[in-house]
């Protein structure tokens, strides 16, 4: 186990829609990266946040947005939901200052859009 | 578009046997390189870390780098059934993000 947690497990919406997902980072772990995994693909770098500061970003529109806070804890909201936003959302926490250090995954959240 | 590559397979290989996956990247700036194995519904897994030309041995695994020839490689020895997932290979990226490949899929038959 790598002390990375996500909520929710699986969830369902449907176009045009907003959803928020959630993440908890390992204590002490302050960079936090999201990552999308489409079915079949390896996952793609959404952002990375550290110390509450976005920190990178990969390239995906300005309807995938996030926020990181004190405890460890992050979120990834996109807004306007297309079908192609079905994927697996990673959240992967690092104990570095920012960067591409050792990243640990947490179980995902299997996101499907009808 | 910095790109990581990996036969997508599926390398199917005996019991006992040793398992080779190979990956080539192509940011000659990457640093630092990631093998992360995945079951089937499960996320990523980290085996491996290898910043370093050479061969990092770590129980069954090996992973060999190159950076001149920008190859990554991983042994997996004395392969197990329950080594049968996907292998993705990752490299650093523009100092923050990890590239992955798409995966090897690993299959060991008994």
């Known amino acids: 186990e790598t002390g990375v947690t996500q909520s929710p497990t699986h969830l369902i919406k449907t176009r045009g829609q907003q959803v928020t997902l959630r993440c908890s980072s390992q204590?002490?772990?302050?960079?936090v990266s999201w990552y999308q995994q489409a079915l079949g693909q390896g996952p793609q770098f959404i952002f990375q946040?550290?110390?509450?500061?976005?920190?990178g970003r990969g390239n995906f529109p300005p309807r995938f947005s996030g926020l990181q806070f004190p405890n460890y804890s992050s979120e990834l909201n996109v807004n306007a939901l297309e079908l192609d936003d079905s994927a697996l959302y990673l959240c992967?926490?690092?104990?570095?200052?920012?960067?591409?250090?050792?990243?640990?995954f947490g179980p995902g959240t299997r996101l499907t859009v009808l | 578009q910095k790109e990581v590559e990996q036969n997508s397979g599926p390398l199917s290989v005996p019991e006992g046997a040793i398992a080779s996956l190979n990956c080539t990247y192509s940011?000659?700036?990457?640093?630092?390189f990631f093998w992360y194995r995945q079951y089937s519904g499960k996320s990523p897994e980290l085996i491996m870390s290898?910043?370093?030309?050479g061969d990092k041995e770590d129980g069954r695994f090996t992973a060999q780098l190159n950076k001149a020839s920008q190859y990554v490689s991983l042994l997996i020895r004395d392969s197990q059934p329950s080594d049968s997932a996907t292998y993705l290979c990752?490299?650093?990226?523009?100092?923050?993000?990890?590239?992955f490949g798409k995966g090897t899929s690993l299959l060991v038959t008994p």
């Open positions: 992967a926490s690092s104990p570095g200052q920012g960067g591409a250090d050792t990243q640990y």
């Open positions: 204590s002490g772990h302050n960079t």
């Open positions: 946040y550290y110390r509450e500061e976005e920190n």
């Open positions: 940011d000659r700036g990457s640093q630092s």
């Open positions: 290898i910043y370093s030309n």
């Open positions: 990752a490299s650093d990226h523009s100092g923050y993000a990890l590239n």
